[in-house]
């Protein structure tokens, strides 16, 4: 078996982050970030791997500069090697252009035997990522997983679909997105933790990866806000203020009026 | 000039994912506007079980294209992509789409990737401008929306649940077989073992007529659940935000919005929920709205005809006390 390789997102604290009045995107660079915790389970899935099969975990994430702490958090987890792809060209980019991105660097890395990501971002959400990378690798993918095993340099995948439960055999090297929720995920090691400040991580931009300008970002992103525009909400409702007992009381009036009770 | 618009017709043990049957109504009305007809695609292992099938017979389309081959018994994405990307370059439509579920979320960016072509997520609603297509997704910011366009032919997205309601199609669609060439690589690198189906509770959601959902301001998962017990007492179902579902007090089945599903009931009651555009977007087609939410300017309790200004886990725990003694009153 060759190396795993974990993408994961570097999402902007919700709490902290502040959106740009003019686009109405997040401002990444001054917001802080996180590890998506969707991805939380494809860093499980990876370590289960790597202490059965003795094989590296490269981390990988597109981002801005300080996604590099994000990285840092997953080797303290576990992983052997941060990969962090940053470049201001990468900016804008719509999940085509990242999967461009994500690909260029699987391709630098290859030999790899399996690409695990989360099933979605919770900033994008778009799930899209994880199939769209694949292809452009011209490699296959499975989405949804919640369980992986090998069996004679074959992987064997649980998936969960709108109908039940699939078992799948697939030879690598594949792309497999993790299901959102594991019955356990491990704690950082302690050890790890108190060396992570240290870890180096390397730094891919567009011309380590061979992209062209036009390839990426905004510029190679075929998907464009055109507007954005405010809804208008009429406020014509009531509003009711009182003790809960109270208020309960004239709710339940008030449905029965309407015909939303049946006595 | 490309003319066809297509829809996924997701389809499995003999029926059409609603989803699908949904997201034909506003391609429809694009279709007529544009000059162009809507087709549903379908990949099926066998013509006998979408002969004869009633959702294909009343989708509202002009036509239903469907590839029918043994390899496509289970839907393995690296082949079904394949296919689906075959087929976009034979007919060259206008727009393909498909409803958010996992398997049109997963089919549709290996189709996107392979054609190299724009994908967008969480669409709700669509406007044309000077013949131009425009996709709405609600974003960041208080209230906003954001129009997308797609600078690649053809227009791609991933249409929201429960988004669009099902219209019945006035007559039959036409069916055409959809044959790819004869040196077409059949094969998938996706082996299935097994499939085990699962009779899952159906989600009744998107269809209640009664919707109680939950957001943080419930404070606690015990609390959440006592949503249930309103639920059974009003016939409704239980409905809830992102963040409720992230903490684990319920299914991410249950979310409401542009990430969940849609719903459409008479009667929607909001426990603790702010009302986030990424929320209210999947709840604007409801006919009452009550909110109750300790905070006045929270944008739920300015949606909603009527508000409680109170805390939701007493209003909860007040109200199933009341009904539930009113209703054994009855017996
Ligand atoms: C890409 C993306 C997609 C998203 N998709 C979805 C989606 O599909 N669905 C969704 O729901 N969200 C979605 N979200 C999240 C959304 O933006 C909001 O964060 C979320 O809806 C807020 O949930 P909430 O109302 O439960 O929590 P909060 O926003 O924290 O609101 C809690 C509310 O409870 C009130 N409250 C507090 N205490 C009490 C009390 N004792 N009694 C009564 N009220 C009280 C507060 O005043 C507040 O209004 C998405 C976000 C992103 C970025
Ligand atoms: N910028 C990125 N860098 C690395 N991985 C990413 C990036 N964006 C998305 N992914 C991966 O793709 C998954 C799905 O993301 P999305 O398609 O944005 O919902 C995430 O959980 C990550 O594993």
């Given at each position: 078996m060759?190396?795993i390789?974990?993408?994961v997102k570097?999402?902007?604290?919700?709490?902290?982050?502040?959106?740009?009045?003019e686009?109405?995107?997040?401002?990444?660079?001054?917001?802080?970030l996180l590890?998506?915790?969707?991805?939380?389970p494809?860093i499980e899935?990876?370590?289960?791997?790597?202490?059965?099969?003795?094989?590296?975990?490269?981390?990988?994430?597109?981002g801005?500069?300080?996604?590099?702490?994000?990285?840092?958090?997953?080797y303290?987890?576990?992983?052997?090697?941060?990969?962090?792809?940053?470049?201001?060209?990468?900016?804008?980019?719509?999940?085509?252009?990242?999967?461009?991105?994500?690909?260029?660097?699987?391709?630098?890395l290859?030999?790899?035997?399996?690409v695990?990501?989360?099933?979605?971002?919770?900033?994008?959400?778009?799930?899209q990522?994880p199939?769209?990378?694949?292809?452009?690798?011209?490699?296959?993918?499975?989405?949804n997983?919640?369980?992986?095993?090998?069996?004679?340099?074959v992987?064997?995948?649980?998936?969960?679909?709108?109908?039940?439960?699939?078992?799948?055999?697939?030879?690598?090297?594949?792309?497999?997105?993790?299901?959102t929720?594991l019955?356990?995920?491990?704690?950082?090691?302690?050890?790890?933790?108190?060396?992570?400040?240290?870890?180096?991580?390397?730094?891919?931009?567009?011309?380590?990866?061979?992209?062209?300008?036009?390839?990426?970002g905004?510029?190679?992103?075929?998907?464009?806000?055109?507007?954005?525009?405010?809804?208008?909400i009429?406020s014509?409702?009531?509003?009711?203020?009182g003790?809960?007992?109270?208020l309960?009381?004239?709710?339940?009036?008030?449905?029965?009026?309407?015909?939303?009770?049946?006595? | 000039?490309?003319?066809?618009?297509?829809?996924?017709?997701?389809?499995?043990?003999?029926?059409?994912?609603?989803?699908?049957?949904?997201?034909?109504?506003?391609?429809?009305d694009?279709?007529?506007?544009?000059?162009?007809?809507?087709?549903l695609?379908?990949l099926?292992?066998?013509?006998?079980?979408?002969?004869?099938?009633?959702?294909?017979?009343?989708?509202?389309?002009d036509?239903?294209?469907?590839?029918v081959?043994?390899?496509?018994?289970?839907v393995?994405?690296?082949?079904?992509?394949?296919?689906?990307?075959?087929?976009?370059?034979?007919?060259?439509?206008?727009?393909?789409?498909?409803?958010?579920?996992?398997?049109?979320?997963?089919?549709?960016?290996?189709?996107?990737?392979?054609?190299?072509?724009?994908?967008?997520?969480?669409?709700?609603?669509?406007?044309l401008?000077?013949?131009?297509?425009?996709?709405?997704?609600?974003?960041?910011?208080?209230?906003?929306?954001?129009?997308?366009?797609?600078?690649?032919?053809?227009?791609?997205?991933?249409l929201?649940l429960?988004?669009f309601?099902?219209?019945?199609g006035?007559?039959?669609p036409?069916?055409?077989?959809?044959d790819?060439?004869?040196?077409?690589?059949?094969?998938?690198?996706?082996r299935?073992?097994?499939?085990i189906?699962?009779?899952?509770?159906?989600?009744?959601?998107?269809?209640?007529?009664v919707?109680?959902?939950?957001?943080?301001?419930?404070?606690?998962?015990?609390?959440?659940?006592?949503?249930?017990?309103?639920?059974?007492?009003?016939?409704?179902?239980?409905?809830?935000?992102?963040?409720?579902?992230?903490?684990?007090?319920?299914?991410e089945?249950?979310?409401?919005?542009?990430?969940g599903?849609?719903?459409?009931p008479?009667?929607?009651?909001?426990?603790?929920?702010?009302?986030?555009?990424?929320?209210?977007?999947?709840?604007?087609?409801s006919?009452?709205?009550?909110?109750?939410?300790?905070?006045?300017?929270?944008p739920?309790?300015?949606?909603?005809?009527?508000?409680?200004?109170?805390d939701?886990?007493?209003?909860?725990?007040?109200?199933?006390?009341?009904?539930?003694?009113?209703?054994q009153?009855?017996?």
């Amino acid at each position: 078996m060759e190396k795993i390789i974990v993408c994961v997102k570097a999402v902007p604290d919700l709490r902290s982050v502040k959106v740009d009045p003019e686009t109405h995107t997040l401002r990444r660079d001054s917001a802080d970030l996180l590890l998506n915790p969707h991805d939380a389970p494809a860093i499980e899935l990876a370590m289960r791997l790597k202490e059965r099969l003795g094989v590296e975990v490269v981390v990988l994430t597109m981002g801005p500069p300080n996604a590099s702490s994000v990285l840092r958090r997953v080797y303290s987890l576990g992983a052997d090697r941060l990969i962090l792809l940053s470049d201001r060209a990468f900016a804008g980019s719509d999940t085509l252009a990242t999967s461009k991105v994500l690909a260029k660097a699987l391709e630098k890395l290859s030999p790899f035997s399996l690409v695990l990501m989360g099933l979605k971002s919770i900033d994008g959400e778009t799930a899209q990522v994880p199939p769209e990378t694949a292809v452009l690798l011209g490699i296959p993918s499975v989405t949804n997983v919640r369980n992986i095993s090998v069996e004679n340099g074959v992987f064997i995948l649980e998936r969960v679909t709108d109908y039940g439960i699939e078992e799948l055999e697939v030879a690598p090297p594949l792309v497999v997105s993790v299901t959102t929720k594991l019955d356990y995920i491990r704690p950082p090691s302690l050890k790890r933790l108190l060396k992570e400040r240290e870890v180096e991580v390397t730094i891919w931009n567009a011309e380590t990866l061979r992209l062209s300008q036009e390839e990426v970002g905004l510029r190679g992103s075929p998907t464009q806000v055109a507007s954005v525009f405010e809804k208008t909400i009429s406020s014509k409702g009531e509003i009711w203020e009182g003790p809960p007992e109270e208020l309960s009381e004239r709710l339940i009036e008030l449905l029965r009026q309407k015909g939303f009770l049946k006595s | 000039m490309s003319e066809i618009i297509y829809a996924y017709g997701e389809f499995f043990d003999r029926k059409l994912h609603p989803g699908s049957l949904e997201i034909l109504t506003p391609l429809r009305d694009i279709a007529s506007a544009l000059n162009k007809k809507v087709a549903l695609l379908i990949l099926s292992s066998s013509l006998e079980e979408v002969k004869n099938c009633e959702d294909i017979e009343r989708a509202d389309c002009d036509e239903v294209h469907l590839v029918v081959h043994e390899s496509l018994h289970h839907v393995r994405d690296d082949l079904y992509g394949r296919v689906l990307a075959q087929i976009i370059r034979q007919k060259n439509p206008f727009g393909v789409f498909f409803p958010a579920t996992h398997q049109g979320s997963s089919l549709a960016p290996r189709v996107a990737g392979e054609l190299q072509v724009g994908l967008c997520a969480h669409v709700n609603g669509f406007t044309l401008k000077e013949g131009n297509l425009y996709m709405l997704r609600p974003t960041y910011g208080d209230n906003i929306i954001a129009e997308l366009y797609s600078k690649s032919r053809p227009i791609m997205a991933t249409l929201s649940l429960g988004a669009f309601s099902i219209r019945e199609g006035k007559r039959a669609p036409r069916v055409v077989m959809i044959d790819l060439p004869k040196d077409f690589n059949w094969e998938s690198k996706i082996r299935v073992r097994r499939a085990i189906k699962v009779k899952r509770e159906p989600n009744r959601l998107s269809i209640a007529k009664v919707v109680v959902a939950g957001g943080l301001g419930l404070k606690t998962k015990e609390n959440f659940q006592k949503l249930f017990e309103l639920a059974s007492l009003l016939e409704g179902e239980v409905g809830a935000t992102r963040p409720v579902c992230h903490a684990g007090w319920v299914d991410e089945g249950r979310m409401i919005g542009v990430s969940g599903v849609s719903v459409r009931p008479k009667l929607y009651i909001g426990f603790g929920i702010s009302g986030s555009i990424q929320h209210t977007v999947g709840i604007e087609n409801s006919e009452f709205i009550v909110a109750v939410n300790i905070d006045k300017e929270a944008p739920l309790v300015k949606i909603a005809n009527v508000a409680l200004i109170a805390d939701a886990g007493k209003v909860l725990d007040t109200l199933i006390k009341k009904l539930s003694r009113s209703s054994q009153s009855e017996l």
